[in-house]
């Protein structure tokens, strides 16, 4: 019960303290880490996957964080955290709409946040780098910081979507790692 609890009111603290997407990775890292219920490889899986997935990130990666650390119970608890931040913001924004409208402060909060938020974007970009370029004794991982660059020059140069870009490099992991086991 505590376990849930405590998934809980991480996904709470998430909810509250990011603005959604990709914002969200810092903090489920921290608190992901911080508990013990997984490490750093483990949560860059979970990214991985939940991008992969249909749905917003923060709730995917609820989900499975939740699974992970407790089952289904512990899915569902993530889940309600995640979600009710966001209840409560949609509601409260919902009441209070035509006061917010042309809030000057509104505007003001809003200018510095979005800063905040690419800052933080490339803090998991490092992240991220470190957990999937990098092996156990800190070597670069070749395969795979080329098939970065890759998939890299494919939604850039090529505009290849990102659900195509992310089945190429799905199936090019299977080959790389898996059968040929570089």
Avoid at 22 to 37: D, K, R, V
Avoid at 44 to 64: K, Q
Avoid at 88 to 94: M, R, S
Avoid at 106 to 125: D, E, N, Q, S
Wanted: glycine share 10%; charged share 10%; hydrophobic share 55%.
């Amino acid at each position: 019960m505590i376990l849930l609890l405590e998934l809980f009111w991480s996904f709470v603290k998430i909810g509250f303290t990011s603005f959604g997407g990709l914002s969200m990775i810092p903090l489920i890292t921290s608190e992901m880490l911080s508990h013990g219920w997984m490490n750093a490889a483990e949560v860059s899986d979970i990214v991985a996957i939940a991008e992969m997935t249909p749905g917003p990130l923060g709730l995917n990666c609820a989900t499975f964080a939740g699974m992970r650390a407790a089952g289904l119970l512990g899915a569902f608890a993530a889940n309600m955290g995640a979600l009710s931040p966001t209840f409560t913001l949609c509601t409260l924004a919902a009441i209070f709409f035509e006061h917010f409208k042309n809030s000057k402060t509104l505007i003001k909060i809003m200018t510095g946040v979005r800063p905040a938020c690419v800052g933080m974007v490339g803090g998991v970009l490092v992240q991220l780098a470190l957990a999937n370029y990098f092996d156990i004794t800190q070597k670069i991982n070749i395969p795979a910081a080329i098939l970065g660059v890759v998939d890299l020059i494919l939604l850039l140069k090529f505009k290849l979507s990102i659900p195509k870009t992310l089945l190429f490099s799905a199936i090019s992991g299977i080959i790389l790692f898996g059968v040929l086991g570089l």
